[in-house]
Structures are given as C-alpha cells and as structure tokens.
C-alpha cells in the first residue's frame, strides 16, 4: 500500500486489537498476535492490509484480493480466498468506520488548514506562476510553471497542480493531485469530505475519507462544482472529461476520458463511468453502478442499472431510447 501524502497514518495494530475495536467475537487464537499495517480496498490490499467486503457486485476483486483480513458478513466470506481471515460482522459499515478511525484518526473531518501563507510572500518557489489577490497556499504545495491562480483561492498542503493550469476566483483544492492543463472555474471545491457516516440515535459517526481526487490533463470543472475525495480509494476524473456548472461527483467515482457532464448532474458514491459518455443535465447516477463507453443518458434521468456499452437512455428509470419514446407516444 502506497504512503498517503494528505493524512497522517497510525499503526501498525494487532489483529487482536482491532477485533476488540470493531467488536467482534471470534475466536483466532494465532492470528491475535498478526500486525496489520494498513487498511484499504479489496484490489489495492497487501498482505499485510485490512480490507472490507460489503457487497456481491464486487466479488471479481474480491475473489483475487491479496488483504490478510477481511470485513465482511456471513453471506459473502465465500467470495473471498481461503487464505483470508473472513471477519464476520453485523454490521459492515460500521466495523469499516471502527477499523479505519484507527488507522486514520484525523480523517473524518475537514479542518481547515494551518499551513496556509499568503502566495505574495512565496513568490520565490513559484517563479513562473501567476497569483490573483488574497491567494492562501500551504506546506508542500508544487505548482506548474505559466499556471494562474485566481483571486482568493486556497491550495491547501501536499496539493500538486500541473503545468497550465487555471483556477478562478474563490475555489478551494485540498487532497488532490491535478495533472496538466486543468481548467478550475470559479467556486469550484475539490477534494473536500464526501457524505460518509453511519446514522446513530444520539450522535451520527463520521466516516473517515483517506482517498484523494485525481483529474488528468486537459480537465474543465465547470463553477461550483464539487469533487469529494475517495473513502479508501481515489475519486478519479479522465483525460479531457468537462464538467458543466455544478456538479457533485460523490466519493470514489471514476469517470473516464473525452467525457461531457452538463449543469447540475448528480453522481452517487463509488459508480464508474465509462469514455466517451455524455450526460444530459440534470440526471443523477446511482451508487455503485457501472455505466459503459460511448453511452448517453438523456437530461433529468434517474439511472438506477448498469449500462452497457453504447447504449442511450433516458426517463426514471432511464430506459433505452426507443423504449422511452414508446412510452412517451402511450
């Protein structure tokens, strides 16, 4: 498991403390003294990680994950390699938030930075960078050359940001790494905390977010757009995809190359979106779905299935085309 550059990583911890944390009762006798050094998903798991398995839809990775251990429930241990130690659970979710609050304390909430300087007095790092007024930067921060930062920005520590790159006024980038020219427009939010928690009666538990946003060469986000980072994995925006005036593209969503997102689209957390898809405005993407390449869904669907490749859909439930029109003629 590569280092996390944005948040500080504790451990490692016993197999046997973990348990405790998360509640679990089994009984592992020689596993109890096994250090598990980090936690992380099915497919970037090593052998000495924790991951989780929390749903049927991913048991391609999970069959082949290299994890040590494993939260899961009773229904799905048998999609996991014999070598595993399957942690049986009640609750998946909330042993997740348990496990990764140990290895990631800080992680459930974003606190603004305290590194922040003002970019005039940095003039000396960033030679071939140009800075609008009231700009705040923080420790680390590596920013290409001929790159334009609006006025009242905020770059916040470890970010990187490519060359030719262009931010408007008032945006905000934390936990992220942005490629090469990548256009910001204003009031966009990039890399802030997604909506991950577990609901409880007295006090809602936050869900620690580790993962970061990665936007490859030639991205436009359009004006106050919001980009929440990963939970464990990354939130990933392909080459020369544009994104329309406000959209939110929810934790752990990759969305893939020469992609086009009008106003105001919606992504649940954790959907994967194909090349070459273009999205009406308004439409909103459930979780977890696998949408495919060259696909269309047409302004103000609600897509709630799989698309396969170079479909076109559209209604709620987004249906294809023809189906759509047909209905539409009753």
Do not use: W
């Not at 990583?9 to 944390?21: C, M, R, V, Y």
């Not at 603004?112 to 940095?122: F, G, S, T, V």
């Not at 916040?156 to 940001?161: C, D, G, R, T």
């Not at 752990?252 to 273009?278: H, L, P």
């Amino acid at each position: 498991m590569s280092e996390n550059q944005f948040f500080d990583k504790k451990g490692p911890f016993p197999l046997k403390e973990i348990l405790n944390t998360i509640g679990y009762s089994g009984n592992f006798s020689k596993e109890n003294d096994f250090k598990i050094h980090g936690f992380t998903s099915l497919d970037n798991a090593c052998e000495k990680d924790l991951t989780f398995l929390n749903s049927s839809k991913y048991q391609n990775l999970s069959l082949k994950t290299n994890a040590a251990a494993c939260i899961t429930s009773p229904n799905l241990s048998k999609f996991l390699p014999e070598k595993c130690i399957k942690l049986n659970v009640k609750n998946v979710l909330f042993a997740v938030t348990k496990a990764s609050k140990m290895f990631y304390p800080n992680a459930d909430m974003d606190l603004p930075d305290k590194n922040l300087i003002k970019a005039e007095d940095l003039k000396k790092i960033y030679p071939n960078v140009k800075f609008g007024q009231n700009v705040l930067i923080g420790k680390n921060v590596k920013i290409g050359k001929n790159s334009f930062i609006g006025s009242n920005c905020i770059i916040e520590s470890n970010v990187i940001l490519g060359e030719g790159c262009i931010l408007g006024s008032f945006v905000t980038i934390k936990n992220s790494i942005i490629s090469n020219e990548v256009h910001i427009q204003d009031g966009a939010k990039i890399g802030v905390k997604g909506f991950g928690f577990i609901p409880a009666k007295d006090k809602n538990i936050r869900s620690p977010h580790i993962g970061k946003v990665i936007l490859e060469d030639y991205v436009e986000i359009g004006s106050n757009c919001t980009i929440d980072r990963g939970s464990l994995t990354d939130t990933v925006i392909g080459k020369n995809t544009f994104l329309d005036n406000q959209v939110h593209v929810a934790h752990n969503v990759k969305i893939g190359k020469n992609c086009m997102i009008a106003g105001q689209v919606g992504f649940a957390g954790s959907s994967t979106i194909g090349n070459n898809v273009v999205i009406g405005g308004q439409a909103g993407i459930s979780g977890h779905l696998k949408i495919g390449n060259n696909v269309k869904i047409g302004g103000g669907s609600g897509v709630i299935n799989d698309i396969s490749d170079n479909q076109q859909v559209m209604g709620y439930p987004a249906v294809s085309l023809k189906e759509f029109v047909r209905l539409r003629k009753k």
